[in-house]
């Protein structure tokens, strides 16, 4: 019974929980500043695709849901950009040369990899010495009352949504893969807040 809710449900239930107000201003604040080659970790249904600018001629979008990546080959992209789909986990080597990536994005990501520091290792390997990684991430609260909270739900949470963890700390992952967070932004979106709070920026390699 879990696998059907995990193939025919979960991803309608992402894909719907996605579609609010915030998350597209937050798409629409970061996404047009990909260029070049980019690298989107975690495509999704692809709710990031309609805001992606002409500077963008290629888009890498791994997603190992094969329901998620049907739902993302329909969305509207503009006629430049061709969108290549990767059957894959984060974790898995990455079909691309080395240092052959401008941009790589993720939003909602970090949360629901199963081993995030070996798929920034991968980012990391495919990131051009000038690239730059674009992350817009929930994760873990400053506030310790927040963070506890988060710490009790993140078990059963994580059973009902594909693995999302609660009470990871982003930008501590970033840095400990190596790169360097040039920019970035935190606090609470609207909504509960063992759920909201939020990591925004770039990082590039050291």
């Known amino acids: 019974m879990m696998g059907l809710y995990a193939k025919y449900c979960l991803p309608r239930l992402i894909d719907l929980a996605m579609k609010n107000k915030e998350t597209a201003r937050l798409r629409a604040a970061w996404i047009p500043q990909a260029r070049g ?9 692809g709710l990031n695709l309609p805001f992606y600018s002409a500077d963008v001629p290629h888009i890498y979008g791994v997603e190992p849901s094969a329901e998620l990546r049907q739902m993302a080959s329909k969305k509207t992209v503009p006629a430049s950009i ?62 310790p ?23 990871r700390k982003i930008d501590s992952l970033l ?15 609207p909504g509960p807040r063992p759920m909201t709070y939020t990591y925004q920026g770039f990082a590039e390699k050291t």
């Open 175 to 189: 840095r400990a893969a190596g790169l360097r967070i040039t920019e970035l932004t935190t606090g609470y979106l």
């Open 37 to 45: 080659e980019v690298l989107e970790i975690g495509i999704g249904s």
């Open 82 to 143: 061709h969108v290549e789909l990767l059957p894959q986990s984060a974790e898995e080597p990455l079909p691309l040369p080395e240092a052959s990536i401008d941009t790589i994005v993720t939003t909602w990501t970090l949360c629901s990899i199963a081993d995030p520091s070996k798929a920034l290792q991968q980012m990391s390997r495919a990131l051009k010495k000038n690239g730059r990684l674009i992350f817009v991430e929930h994760g873990s609260s400053p506030d």
């Open 145 to 167: 009352g927040v963070a506890r909270w988060q710490d009790r739900l993140t078990p059963a949470w994580k059973h009902m949504t594909g693995g999302c963890h609660l009470n």
